[in-house]
């Protein structure tokens, strides 16, 4: 006979604990951080930080489903970014005197997902083809190629029409009109409509994208396959089509990521999505812990406000925070520390 | 005349290319990471040779020296206190611990050396070599010339004496190894050593070329390496060579008559195309998976 539960049951139940954990900090965080807002109780520094941190939070949920669930390095993960970031001016900077504010983000942020989404499938199509470091390297690659395309693109527009050059500009803009992407300078000018609720919403599409996926027929074929290709690929799963889905649900999240970033400036270089930040956000996904979207959430929020927590000490924040990121990997490395932690939490099962 | 030119000076950034992405193979072929901080050796080396040589007025062979021992000190020590403890970890657990590193030695050149760019002294004279209107520097020349004599030593080294050959056993299988009395942490200490080693030489020649010590100076030049390293089959010594030649001379002949802009797209693109063909590297082993 079937136990019957509570609502509390069911929540909590292994296969909706995370979920419920999820939510569940992400509404805490969002109602406390609010509260403190409208009250005016937080500092114009954190203030400024709140939308990268969402930002951030997407792109590294997005990146937790190529490299903790799907098993494939990604070092490219700000080139999507990039892609979402600049078509999401584009679009907002078109759409500037027809539609207001708020549909003008959802539709930015769509076209950026999309259009990522589609990139990331191009990209996906080589660059899946290959295993282990060698994929690596290649995500690396199409991130660079990616920032350096669109160091060289540009994108303006006046009362003719849209105008689109590529390595040179050498159109002659009308009166009024303005450039949407001026090559190396960047997109310029933009006007500033992201904010701290709509980067919390699309925290939380990330969630439940991530998590249908995870718990789908699809997501236990992705993890299938990471654990054992020849096996999963046996009893008739095809491998090309789940590593596809992750590679490109991860990269539209980074897109979405990245266009709310690229509207929460006015100014923005294509030169910040470089693999440094690419590697940036791979910290974050595998200090949370591989396919641990909790973890992911936690270690993002911490580990991006570890350096400005460390602002008071200055010049050695940066000295600092690489110190920490060593000893973690040293300690949750470290054999004794880590058979005294399995003992002890057998002790608390028993 | 021009193209030759270009040629031969892309020749001269490929080897030092070549000497950094030997740093990376050898890590690699014996201890199996992705050693991302080995860019940020050779910003340690390039500002050794700068104090050695400007404060202290060192001459040119032993400021060289001085940087090689320091970054070959270096070397062994991060892995000593980094790597060492995560022989048994997941390679994504040593790949961040890698960029610990970097950050923290990028930092901490900062701090004691302040980010403001220092000019590196032209160590070697600006004269070049003419013939038949094909002008050749004397620095371009050297630089080749460091890169085929690194070349031959270590291929020597690696063939012909009992750590060398103990090498090349850690990197085809460390279990075996060990049971043939082959210390094996003794050899990752002695690959981290040479690459280091090596890190410094390539620093120096590097400075030459580019004259602007930053903290950052390493990682482009490193990401560049690692990728020449892929490209010649990563693990594979001539492997590193050819991919930093190749690497080098793509990039200055597409700074030449393609874009300047474009010129890292074209790279990275190529290594791309180069991988899809042979998914392992120029000159790497294809393994088969074996159910």
Redesign the interface.
């Given at each position: 006979m079937k136990e019957k539960k509570s609502i509390f049951g069911i929540l909590m139940d292994n296969r909706h604990r995370s979920r419920t954990i999820s939510y569940t900090m992400v509404a805490v965080a969002y109602i406390v951080l609010e509260i403190l807002l409208k009250t005016g109780n937080l500092s114009s520094l954190f203030t400024g930080l709140l939308v990268p941190a969402t930002c951030y939070l997407v792109a590294a949920i997005g990146l937790n489903l190529n490299?903790g669930v799907s098993g494939e390095?990604n070092l490219g993960q700000a080139g999507f970014m990039a892609v979402g970031a600049f078509s999401g001016v584009c679009v907002s900077g078109l759409l500037k005197a027809s539609v207001p504010a708020i549909p003008r983000l959802i539709l930015a942020i769509i076209v950026g997902m999309l259009l990522t989404a589609f990139v990331g499938f191009l990209i996906g199509i080589?660059v899946l083809?290959?295993?282990g470091?060698?994929l690596?390297?290649?995500t690396?690659?199409?991130g660079?190629?990616v920032m350096?395309?669109i160091?060289?693109l540009y994108v303006a527009f006046d009362s003719t029409g849209l105008k689109v050059a590529f390595?040179e500009n050498n159109f002659e803009l009308q009166p009024g009109g303005k450039y949407l992407i001026n090559g190396?300078m960047g997109a310029t000018g933009t006007e500033r409509i992201a904010n701290f609720t709509a980067g919390t919403i699309l925290v939380v599409f990330a969630l439940i994208v991530v998590y249908n996926l995870i718990y789908s027929r699809n997501g236990r074929a992705i993890m299938a396959a990471r654990d054992n290709?020849?096996a999963a690929e046996s009893i008739g799963i095809n491998i090309a089509k789940t590593k596809m889905m992750a590679f490109v649900v991860s990269a539209a999240l980074a897109g979405a990521a990245g266009a709310l970033y690229g509207l929460n400036y006015s100014t923005m270089v294509a030169s910040k999505f470089d693999?440094?930040t690419s590697?940036l956000i791979?910290?974050y996904v595998?200090?949370g812990g591989?396919g641990n979207i909790n973890g992911t959430l936690i270690s993002t929020v911490v580990l991006f406000l570890l350096p400005q927590l460390l602002r008071g000490l200055q010049?050695?924040r940066?000295?600092i925070?690489?110190?920490i990121?060593?000893v973690i990997?040293?300690v949750?490395?470290?054999?004794f520390l880590r058979t005294k932690a399995s003992a002890f939490r057998r002790k608390k099962k028993a | 005349m021009r193209f030759l030119s270009n040629f031969v000076n892309g020749l001269g950034l490929g080897s030092v290319y070549a000497i950094i992405a030997l740093g990376y193979t050898m890590v690699y072929g014996i201890a199996k990471m992705l050693n991302f901080a080995h860019g940020d050796v050779i910003m340690v080396g390039a500002y050794v040779a700068f104090f050695a040589l400007t404060r202290f007025h060192v001459p040119l062979i032993p400021g060289i020296l001085a940087a090689v021992i320091c970054c070959t000190v270096l070397g062994v020590v991060i892995e000593r206190l980094a790597y060492k403890p995560l022989r048994q970890a997941s390679s994504l657990s040593v790949l961040i611990t890698a960029i610990g590193v970097s950050y923290f030695l990028q930092n901490s050149a900062q701090l004691l050396w302040s980010a403001s760019p220092k000019m590196f002294p032209s160590i070697i004279s600006t004269g070049a070599l003419e013939f038949g209107g094909l002008s050749i520097s004397y620095l371009t020349l050297i630089t080749i010339a460091t890169c085929l004599v690194v070349m031959v030593c270590l291929t020597l080294f690696i063939n012909k004496t009992k750590t060398g050959s103990a090498m090349r056993a850690c990197s085809e299988d460390k279990g075996a190894a060990t049971l043939m009395g082959i210390n094996v942490n003794k050899i990752i200490s002695i690959t981290f050593a040479i690459g280091s080693g090596l890190a410094a030489i390539a620093s120096v020649l590097l400075c030459a070329n580019y004259p602007t010590v930053t903290p950052t100076l390493g990682s482009m030049p490193g990401i560049k390496a690692f990728t020449a390293a892929v490209f010649g089959g990563i693990g594979s010594i001539p492997g590193a060579l050819l991919g930093g030649l190749l690497l080098g001379i793509i990039e200055i002949l597409s700074k030449a008559y393609i874009s300047t802009n474009l010129s890292d797209v074209i790279v990275f693109g190529v290594l791309i195309v180069i991988l899809l063909v042979k998914p392992t590297g120029l000159l790497g082993k294809n393994i088969r998976e074996k159910v």
């Open positions: 490299v390095l080589p083809k290959l295993q470091d060698y690596a390297i290649v690396l690659a199409f660079q190629i350096n395309l160091m060289n390595v190396p290709r020849i693999y440094n590697i791979l910290v595998v200090l591989l010049d050695y940066m000295l925070y690489a110190v990121l060593i990997m040293l949750t490395n470290n054999e | -």
